[in-house]
């Protein structure tokens, strides 16, 4: 119960925390890179660097990871269908990814799985409609959605009640 009080706390911050919305749009981004491509891939590892060393939110690409996790799952066919054809159905490609696999650091990024390069180009594909989604939904959250959910009875009937004083009582600030 506390982890799921910290995980809406976290999110909570996020969304009204001093960054602008180009700052946490960008974080969401990255986060849903995080969450299609699969983990353990050299260009996973690079997106992760990149949201921990970029001037980005990193709550905003935790909670962009969080919520694309389940998408990621559901479009898993998809993404092994585009890496399918991309892969074993376009014949004429076969050289060119023959000569990209044998590049130096490319195994490692295991593009030659069908899901991985699926995933991978989804998310390149996708990833201005992400940004520019998540970048309106901030700055409509912060104008209009946040006010009145603070104004809310059910907003103040949480930070009223005695399970929200003792979170906040061992909650790390």
Do not use: C
Request: glycine fraction near 6%; charge should be positive; avoid cysteine.
């Amino acid at each position: 119960m506390l982890a799921l009080l910290k995980l809406i706390q976290s999110i909570f911050k996020t969304l009204h925390s001093d960054g602008t919305p180009n700052q946490v749009a960008w974080g969401i981004t990255l986060g849903a890179g995080l969450a299609f491509i699969p983990m353990l891939t050299l260009h996973w590892a690079l997106l992760f660097v990149l949201l921990v060393m970029l001037n980005v939110s990193f709550g905003g690409g935790m909670l962009g990871w969080a919520l694309f996790t389940p998408l990621s799952f559901a479009f898993d066919p998809l993404f092994d269908a585009l890496g399918r054809y991309l892969l074993i159905t376009r014949v004429d490609l076969t050289p060119f990814w023959t000569r990209v696999v044998n590049w130096p650091l490319i195994p490692y990024t295991q593009i030659n799985n069908s899901v991985t390069l699926g995933a991978t180009l989804f998310w390149v594909i996708t990833l201005p409609l992400v940004y520019l989604g998540a970048r309106l939904g901030i700055t409509k959250y912060r104008a209009v959605w946040a006010p009145n959910i603070e104004k809310s009875a059910w907003f103040r009937a949480v930070k009223a009640s005695s399970l929200y004083n003792v979170y906040r009582w061992f909650a790390p600030e």
